[in-house]
């Protein structure tokens, strides 16, 4: 039985923020806000020979914490050091992602680390780290009968000459943010280099630019995933459209 990933965040009673003029160029109420600027500014810095693994989990769980606790705007995002990459727009979860970058100290240079915000329906705030290396730029609700499922779209560096694209989902479940979601045949990702991706929330179709698909190999597990939906190098089109049944995208 494969094992499922789950997370159950502490319970902590949200603070707000107070909204005032000229918000953007004020620090947050929090005293421990200027802490987790400190920390991020730090491990962003080019200068230093790479991030290490004991100060990124400190900075991230300071991280984990402050999103527990805060409604944090495009604008305190900004003062903070992150990226506001996503926000589903219209939902009761408010699901967010928020990105950082580090320096890794190699030839890859930063990359990015993605924290995800979101409410249950009593209106408590959790935050938990995904184990990826994607900055997100888009969340979506899915359509699916009594399940709470995302799609997110993200990039992440490659190897050189290449931009991986990559479509995830995860389930919200009352606390809990589930991750093993097997919407792309029996993973619940899709990363796909130099592949474009675009979703039509209307539609619930997520559509494939596969100009750059070239460079991989027919045995290659992107390949045959590509193949058993119908993609093949030889047609004039080079685009590829897997719709959302409320389960699973496919054709």
């Keep these: 039985m494969r094992k499922r990933w789950i997370y159950r965040s502490l319970l902590v009673l949200p603070l707000s923020l107070s909204t005032t003029a000229g918000r953007a160029q004020q620090a947050p109420a929090d005293p421990l806000a200027a802490e987790l600027r400190r920390q991020l500014a730090l491990i962003q810095r080019e200068d230093q020979d790479g991030t290490g693994a004991e ?25 903070l050091g992150l990226a506001r990459t996503a926000t589903a727009p219209g939902d009761a979860a408010e699901l967010r992602v928020y990105t950082f970058d580090y320096d890794t100290g ?12 979101w409410k249950n329906r009593a209106g408590q705030r959790f935050a938990y780290s995904l184990a990826v290396h994607s900055a997100f730029f888009a969340v979506y609700p899915l359509s699916s009968s009594g399940r709470r499922l995302y799609l997110l779209l993200g990039t992440q560096k490659g190897s050189a000459g290449c931009l991986d694209y990559e479509a995830r989902v995860v389930k919200l479940q009352g606390d809990y943010l589930l991750l093993d979601i097997p919407a792309f045949a029996n993973a619940a990702s899709l990363n796909l280099c130099n592949v474009p991706m675009t979703f039509d929330a209307r539609r619930q179709e997520l559509q494939l630019d596969l100009l750059g698909f070239e460079r991989f190999e027919p045995d290659d597990e992107a390949a045959r995933l590509l193949q058993r939906w119908g993609y093949r190098r030889a047609l004039p089109t080079r685009q590829l459209t897997l719709r959302f049944d409320g389960r699973r995208f496919g054709k």
């Design 106 to 117: 190699n030839p890859h240079g930063a990359i990015s680390h993605p924290v995800l915000q």
């Design 55 to 79: 100060q990124l989990e400190g900075t991230t769980r300071q991280l984990v914490a402050y999103l527990k606790r805060h409604d944090v705007s495009a604008a305190d995002a900004r003062w």
